[in-house]
């Protein structure tokens, strides 16, 4: 995905620079080099507030692809985070567990498995395994 971002911007100022190399070389030979004599203040005022605005788009544009690309990263890394301290949570404690609960079915046979049961023994015996819950 890091990848297929960086392409995709690779490829844009790629594209960017072409353009800017055909339209360079349309003025220089198309037209001619020509000095003149100078810009009016208002002319390079205009210039200038125009290229200032074209760099602040493009900066912006820039920022918000760094921005999803960023958002995808960390979407990524914490997809991976949560998996991977789920499994280690789940092969550290399941086993333990397991026995646990085997342990408490096969009490629960011993007490009901006796020839006379009180029906409040096994009562006693079921909210044991519920922890006292009724």
Known sequence: MIWRARKIISAGMFVINIGLT????????GRGYFVVGGF?????????????????TAL???IALLAIWGYQSLRYVSEETART????????ELPALV????????????ILGQEQVSSTTAQEAVNSLDGGKQ
């Open 99 to 110: 026995k646990r609960e085997f342990a408490e079915v096969r009490d629960l046979k011993d």
């Open 40 to 56: 009016t203040s208002v002319e390079l005022v205009t210039i200038v507030l125009a290229a200032l605005s074209v760099l602040l």
């Open 60 to 62: 912006g544009i820039f």
């Open 85 to 92: 301290t789920a499994e280690n949570v789940v092969n550290s």
């Open 22 to 29: 055909a339209c360079l070389l349309y003025l220089f030979l």
